[in-house]
């Protein structure tokens, strides 16, 4: 069964922190790699954090020392903690699960399964 289910999203002031959560199946909880990914209107969808199945982690630079993924294995979840939020941080964020080895970690073409997404809003 594949199952992403992102939860978490929401409005806070420039500075602030969220947390997402993505809910997977064991399925897709057992990928090669799981992602975060988020996308702005207008713009593509861009990578900003990686955790594959040996625990190695990329981050995006635009969010490298803001944001930190793991994955909680009690849950079957993937994390995203972010701080010190920026308003340019705003976007549709989405949980995605790839069965590729070698891949480009944060293109989103690489990946087989999406959430629905989880809306962040950061307001200056």
């Known amino acids: 069964e594949v199952q992403l289910v992102e939860s978490g999203g929401g409005s806070v002031q420039a500075g602030g922190s969220l947390r997402l959560s993505c809910a997977a199946s064991?399925?897709?909880?057992?990928?090669?790699?799981m992602a975060w990914f988020r996308q702005a209107p207008g713009k593509e969808r861009e990578g900003v954090a990686a955790?594959?199945?040996?625990?190695?982690?990329t981050y995006a630079d635009s969010v490298l020392g803001r944001f930190t993924i793991f994955k909680d294995s009690g849950k079957n979840a993937l994390v995203l903690q972010m701080n010190s939020l920026k308003p340019g941080d705003t976007a549709m964020y989405y949980c995605?699960?790839?069965?590729?080895?070698?891949?480009?970690?944060?293109?989103?073409?690489?990946?087989?399964?999406w959430g629905q997404g989880t809306q962040v809003t950061v307001s200056s």
């Open positions: 955790i594959d199945y040996d625990g190695r982690i």
């Open positions: 064991e399925y897709t909880y057992s990928s090669n790699c």
């Open positions: 995605a699960a790839a069965y590729k080895f070698r891949l480009s970690v944060l293109q989103h073409y690489e990946y087989n399964y």
